[in-house]
């Protein structure tokens, strides 16, 4: 996950190459990360969030409804606290706007 904060916090600009090839490198570890939705996830929604910077609507769209299924109509089952709801409505935000990298 460390990897990610350079292009989470606007350090590296989600369009750019080194940007691309780390979330290439993500999908490759963690290709199932739209379906890890579970309460006990301890990912979080970081991918979340870095799936909306870089304008991935599909894994986008497939985590927030399991989401809903997995935490919000269970009316979020611990670990999942208000950081994690941040997080999330921060990733809503960019991936509702369409914006592919709010920093330029």
């Known amino acids: 996950m ?5 292009v989470l ?9 080194k940007a691309q090839g780390i979330y290439r490198h993500f999908l490759k570890i963690y290709p199932d990360w ?10 979080g929604n970081w991918p979340l969030y870095l799936g909306a910077l870089m304008g991935d609507r599909t894994r986008v769209v ?5 989401l809903k299924r997995d935490i919000l109509d269970k009316g979020r089952p611990w670990p999942y606290n208000v950081a994690e ?10 991936f509702l706007k369409g914006v592919k990298d709010q920093w330029e």
């Not at 497939?62 to 399991?66: D, E, P, R, S, V």
């Not at 709801?85 to 960019?94: H, M, T, V």
């Open 85 to 94: 709801a941040g997080i999330g409505l921060a990733a809503l935000k960019i």
């Open 9 to 17: 916090t606007g350090l590296l600009p989600a369009s750019g190459l």
């Open 2 to 6: 460390a990897q990610l904060f350079p």
């Open 62 to 66: 497939i985590y927030l409804g399991n």
């Open 34 to 43: 739209p379906q890890r939705s579970r309460p006990d996830n301890f990912l």
